[in-house]
């Protein structure tokens, strides 16, 4: 969290950038996330990626602006892909199965909205962290030249480092999901709250609810059920999603 965050000019920014470009401890400047279409209107339609899926998903499109820097081992809740345009960039991937060995730090507050890993990469302290050899042992590096393009799944953890003293990347995130299909992590705070602490048979048994109604094949809770009896184990529609909304809603006001 050792970093300030401010809205100043694209103009500015990159004036700071070119003038300590020579300095052997130059700070670090960073654009994160930066809509493409509302900051720089014109660039995408001249220069867009286009993919089968975006033709029924389509996708949020950032740019990333910025000198040597690093964002720390984070994973995001939607598939990326990650074009390289002006310098070079590392990436160290890790499945999602590696959460418990990269150590992740507090859900907020965050550097940038998601939970990162609290290992220094560049001196990793096994005393402190001793689970991260396995996850290095897991881990993928893609080593990213101008032109190159990455493609990773969501909930993939990835940190990724600018080596350069000038860097630009564009990338594109989408789910394959309708848009009313709310955020997991919705369900992992109310989790949280009503499942984490209670004794452990009680969650073993609503991990076995869980696997039977969520994390199994879609449709088995409802298959031997006439459809008009279904009701929310029918697949979900916008009509569907708004009432089971409503209901969460309710049940959280009581």
């Known amino acids: 969290m050792n970093f300030d965050a401010r809205r100043v000019p694209l103009s500015e920014f990159l004036d700071r950038i070119a003038q300590t470009s020579g300095e052997v401890e130059a700070p670090s400047y960073y654009i994160g996330s930066t809509d493409l279409d509302a900051y720089l209107p014109g660039l995408r339609a001249e ?9 029924t998903h389509p996708p949020n499109a950032s740019i990333w602006i910025g000198n040597r820097t690093v964002a720390s081992c984070h994973f995001d809740f939607s598939n990326n892909i990650a074009c390289n345009m002006v310098g070079h960039r590392r990436f160290t991937l890790f499945p999602p199965d590696q959460i418990g060995n990269l150590y992740p730090g507090p859900l907020e507050p965050t550097p940038g909205g998601q939970v990162v890993s609290m290992v220094d990469f560049t001196d990793p302290d096994f005393d402190r962290f001793p689970k991260f050899r396995e996850a290095l042992a897991a ?33 594109y995130w989408w789910n394959a999901v309708p848009a009313f ?3 997991p992590m919705t369900t992992l705070l109310h989790a949280m709250l009503s499942l984490r602490d209670r004794p452990e048979g009680e969650k073993q048994a609503w991990r076995a609810l869980f696997d039977h109604y969520v994390f199994g094949p879609a449709e088995q809770a409802a298959e031997h059920l006439p ?15 708004r009432r089971l909304r409503a209901e969460l809603l309710q049940r959280l006001n009581r």
């Open 47 to 55: 220069n867009n990626l286009n993919h089968p899926t975006f033709e």
């Open 227 to 241: 459809e008009h009896a279904r009701g929310a184990l029918a697949p979900i529609d916008e009509i569907r999603a």
């Open 181 to 183: 299909i709310d955020t």
């Open 139 to 171: 881990a993928e590096v893609a080593e990213l030249e101008p032109g190159d393009l990455l493609i990773y799944p969501a909930m993939w953890w990835h940190h990724v480092e600018a080596l350069d003293p000038f860097n630009a990347m564009i990338n």
